[in-house]
């Protein structure tokens, strides 16, 4: 499954490298869990929950039904 999210996270990146971000993917979880780490003008941003929850957990869902969850660490 790790496979298949970053790929899908390949789409994802050059919308978040367009506002000087991106993130990194730390681990894929046996119980469907995908940790992120969201770096350079992600990391501090006060949106950066929004684009990880809104953004980023509702295309992987999308894309990998068995994501039950985006979490950033």
Known sequence: MRD???????KIRPALQ??????????????????????GACAGCPMSTITLKSGIERVLREQIPEIKEVVAV
Do not use: C, P
């Open 4 to 10: 298949k999210v970053a790929a899908v996270l390949d």
């Open 18 to 39: 367009a506002d000087g971000g991106d993130v990194e993917l730390v681990e894929v979880t046996e119980d469907g869990v995908v940790k992120l780490k969201l770096t």
